[in-house]
T-cell receptor
Framework: DGGITQSPKYLFRKEGQNVTLSCEQNLNHDAMYWYRQDPGQGLRLIYYSQIVNDFQKGDIAEGYSVSREKKESFPLTVTSAQKNPTAFYLC?????????????FGPGTRLTVL | KNEVEQSPQNLTAQEGEFITINCSYSVGISALHWLQQHPGGGIVSLFMLSSGKKKHGRLIATINIQEKHSSLHITASHPRDSAVYICALSQGNLIFGKGTKLSVKP
């Protein structure tokens, strides 16, 4: 059963704490992405990775960090430097990064900062 | 900057109605994607278009590259079609519209 999993579904954190969101895929995809979704706005790209051990900043990378040590995994850390971290976070993967590659999305993690 | 605009933002329809959601954009693209986001948040890809028209079941997507416009049509709408429909431009990475929230009443 191929797909993308994100955990947890809901996450609460206290202000000032770092938190790591998990994203795992078994589609054998090279490329992985993290997006943030806020009410009334389109998805915005945080970070993406085209290959293991390499990643690039997206449009809103400040306050976030990622790693890509394994092809299957692309965890996102929301640091205390992120000013407004409460949002819905979506992970995606694709077989490549050309314009014609379909992206497959995980179910998302809703992060709430208390 | 609003490179991609969707209309309408919200749409309520009665079951069985024909539905059209529009997407206009202002930049050159290689392809355009239509995505569906369910109430729980999960997103699935419906279509990828670089020209012409595609059909899958009751869903039809069209694109006019010269006019920088795409439409998503749903024929014989059903309450299970209720979701947010998102247009995304592809230049490599995706540029997402804000989405159209569709509610189909029985």
């Amino acid at each position: 059963d191929g797909g993308i999993t994100q955990s947890p579904k809901y996450l609460f954190r206290k202000e000032g704490q770092n938190v790591t969101l998990s994203c795992e895929q078994n589609l054998n995809h090279d490329a992985m992405y993290w997006y943030r979704q806020d009410p009334g706005q389109g998805l915005r790209l945080i970070y993406y990775s085209q290959i293991v051990n390499d990643f690039q900043k997206g449009d809103i990378a400040e306050g976030y960090s990622v790693s890509r040590e394994k092809k299957e995994s692309f965890p996102l850390t929301v640091t205390s430097a992120q000013k407004n971290p409460t949002a819905f976070y979506l992970c995606a993967s694709s077989s490549g990064t050309s314009a014609y590659n379909e992206q497959f999305f995980g179910p998302g993690t809703r992060l709430t900062v208390l | 900057k609003n490179e991609v605009e969707q209309s309408p933002q919200n749409l309520t329809a009665q079951e069985g109605e024909f539905i059209t959601i529009n997407c206009s954009y202002s930049v050159g693209i290689s392809a355009l994607h239509w995505l569906q986001q369910h109430p729980g948040g999960g997103i699935v890809s419906l279509f990828m278009l670089s020209s012409g028209k595609k059909k899958h079941g009751r869903l039809i997507a069209t694109i006019n590259i010269q006019e920088k416009h795409s439409s998503l049509h749903i024929t014989a709408s059903h309450p299970r079609d209720s979701a947010v429909y998102i247009c995304a431009l592809s230049q490599g990475n995706l540029i997402f519209g804000k989405g159209t929230k569709l509610s189909v009443k029985p």
